[in-house]
């Protein structure tokens, strides 16, 4: 099947912990996204990857980095610098240019 | 900066009956797309339609339909025949063709399907 999945669904996080959420696309798309919904809102951009090896930050990217070392995977870490990582955490990818598909999301929490 | 503004937080409508989601936006550009995307209780964002900005028919597929007046700048969803499957939150959203592709969101739409 292609498509997006995300790993985990849901994702419990310690004080001062770092965390990593995991997105991988068998789409053969260049390009990747992170985006955060917090409760009542619209999604905003952490991240996003055009092409391996290279990656942008968003409006949020604070508290947050990433990798892209394959063009199928873009992992996500929520550093322990967040101070209010709760939110739900969404993947998507696209040709350049064109639609963004999105996975169906990991849940963070903190403990 | 580009912005999307949806002023309806709720809305509902009868099973099998035709509801109408608002979207506004604002952008200096000329060349972009427009999209509605649904959310369900899953939280998976679907893709419900596009509209590319240079085409000025609009955009339908199946039961679902926009209204693109791109001098008002205005994208609105029409969904006829409602189903009880149909009950989600709705996003509209803008990106601009010519940039790294990140997309703008609205605070969203939650529309409710009564039996």
């Known amino acids: 099947d292609g498509g997006i999945t995300q790993s985990p669904k849901y994702l419990f996080r310690k004080e001062g912990q770092n965390v990593t959420l995991s997105c991988e696309q068998n789409l053969n798309h260049d390009a990747m996204y992170w985006y955060r919904q917090d409760p009542g809102q619209g999604l905003r951009l952490i991240y996003y990857s055009q092409i391996v090896n290279d990656f942008q930050k968003g409006d949020i990217a604070e508290g947050y980095s990433v990798s892209r070392e394959k063009k199928e995977s873009f992992p996500l870490t929520v550093t322990s610098a967040q101070k209010n990582p709760t939110a739900f955490y969404l993947c998507?990818?696209?040709?350049?240019?064109?639609?963004?598909?999105f996975g169906p999301g990991t849940r963070l929490l903190v403990l | 900066a580009q912005t999307v503004t949806q002023s309806q937080p709720e809305m509902s409508v009868q099973e099998a009956e035709t509801v109408t989601l608002s979207c506004t936006y604002d952008t200096s550009e000329s060349d972009y797309y427009l999209f509605w995307y649904k959310q369900p209780p899953s939280r998976q964002m679907i893709l419900v339609i596009r509209?590319?900005?240079?085409?000025?028919q609009n955009a339908t597929e199946n039961r679902f339909s926009v209204n693109f007046q791109k001098a008002a700048k205005s994208f609105s969803l029409k969904i006829s025949d409602s189903q009880l499957g149909d009950a989600a939150m709705y996003f509209c959203a803008y990106t601009y063709r010519g940039g790294n592709n990140d997309m703008r969101f609205g605070a969203g739409t939650r529309l409710t399907v009564k039996p």
């Open positions: 509209q590319e900005a240079y085409k000025q």
């Open positions: 998507a990818s696209s040709r350049l240019g064109e639609t963004q598909y």
